[in-house]
Structures are given as C-alpha cells and as structure tokens.
C-alpha cells in the first residue's frame, strides 16, 4: 500500500508558475509508473502528464506540451510537476497517481492507477 500527499498547488495569475509534489510513503514509489491528473468542474478526470517508473519515458496532453514538465525523484519517492505558462483552464484540482504494478509503462487513462493523493487545488485567475 503506498499513501500519495499533494502539495504546492494555489492561486496564481495567467502566465504565473507553480510546482506540484507529490510525496509518496507506505511503499517506494521507484519501479512504478507515475502520473498526474486534473478534475475540472462537471468535467471527467483527465491525464495531464505520465512518467515512466525510471523517468525515461514521459507522456504529455496535448494541452500542457510545452508548458508543463513532469519529474521525480526515486530517492526522495517524490514526483513533481512543473507547471508554466499557466492558462485560465489549467484551473482544477490536481492529483497524482501511482501504478501497483512493477516495471509498468506510464499509463494515460485514470482506471490504470491504483492509489491516488487527496488532490490540490490550482487555480489561474486573469
């Protein structure tokens, strides 16, 4: 079992920057596959960015290429994401969610992921 925090979401103005983390305990999170969602209002959950359980491979919408970046760091079993260029429909709750599964690739949809943080709030206000 394997608990996900959010943390460094908030309010920040159009163009503003922000940077998400994720601090995973219970389990180690390196050897899994890691991602982060949004939920905007009346909205289904949707994929923003996916990471590979080395890093090597990322997985990016089309609507965040270019602006935002995922990371983690396995010895601080800790995933990031940095988040640039921010757009009034960034405006959401963000989450991130790891596999169970080892050596897994990134996955895109929300029923590939087994265990999910509490989610932080981002809102982009112009």
């Known amino acids: 079992q394997v608990q996900l925090v959010e943390s460094g979401g908030g309010l920040v103005q159009v163009g503003g920057s922000l940077r998400l983390s994720c601090a995973g305990s219970g389990r180690t999170c390196g050897g899994y596959a890691m991602a982060w969602f949004l939920k905007a209002p009346g909205k289904e959950r949707e994929v923003v960015a996916a990471?590979?359980?080395?890093?090597?491979?990322?997985y990016y919408a089309d609507s965040v290429k270019g602006r935002f970046a995922i990371s983690r760091d396995n010895a601080k079993n800790t995933l990031y994401l940095q988040m640039n260029s921010l757009k009034p429909e960034d405006t959401a709750v963000y989450y991130c969610?790891?596999?169970?599964?080892?050596?897994?690739?990134?996955?895109?949809?929300?029923?590939?992921?087994?265990?999910w943080g509490q989610g932080t709030q981002v809102t982009v206000s112009s």
């Open positions: 990471i590979s359980w080395n890093g090597g491979s990322t």
């Open positions: 969610a790891a596999d169970r599964v080892l050596w897994a690739p990134a996955k895109t949809l929300a029923t590939g992921y087994d265990y």
